[in-house]
């Protein structure tokens, strides 16, 4: 019998391992992100210390906003609706470090190669995003995820930590 009951936990650990190898392999479908890419005018120091000033306001700009980010649709409503403030936040940094071009932020749907953001890997694939291109936007980008907003969190404590494997085994027994 004890012999039974050691193969048996044996046996339970080898299948919630599987299981959690399987949930955690599925890949994310490019529709559940909506990413944000600042392209640099160009691979000049001067260009990408801007491109992350510029960064550091926008993120400061839509913090409020994300909030109200509920899921990727209202998440592009409130981007779209904000565009041209978007554009004033940058244009503002490029202006004030002495700079002659300007800012374009648009939303597009775009090719990106594979990105690592944390734990988080988004695949190679087309996305949904709003692109800042500074100038020309040929240089050097930084990008982060606005929905779910990874990169506009304020720090509130409002962060709410949840367990993979709970949410598993959740997940087999609602079935």
């Known amino acids: 019998m ?3 009951c050691i ?12 299981v959690c190898a399987a949930e955690f392999s599925k890949p994310q479908t490019e529709t559940e992100y909506l990413r944000i ?15 992350y000033e510029v960064k550091d306001e926008v993120v400061k700009f839509f913090t409020p906003y994300a909030a109200e980010c509920t899921s990727k ?4 409503e409130i ?8 554009e004033e936040v940058c244009d503002r ?32 694939g087309i996305y949904d995003a709003l692109i800042i291109e500074l100038g020309s936007g040929t240089g050097d980008n930084w990008w982060c995820v606005v929905y779910p907003p990874l990169c506009f969190t304020s720090g509130n404590g409002s962060v709410r930590y949840r367990s993979a494997i709970y949410d598993i085994v959740r997940k087999f027994f609602d079935k």
Request: net charge positive; no cysteine; glycine share 6%.
């Open 2 to 4: 004890k012999n039974f």
């Open 7 to 18: 193969v048996f936990f044996v046996l339970i650990i080898i299948i919630a391992t599987a």
């Open 37 to 51: 890419h600042v392209r640099a005018n160009s691979n000049g120091e001067a260009d990408q210390t801007v491109k």
């Open 73 to 76: 649709e209202r998440a592009e």
């Open 79 to 86: 981007l779209t609706s904000l565009l041209p403030e978007i």
């Open 93 to 124: 940094v490029l202006k004030k470090n002495g700079f002659g071009y300007a800012s374009r932020a648009s939303l597009k749907r775009e090719k990106f190669p594979t990105r690592v953001y944390g734990d988080l890997t988004l695949e190679e």
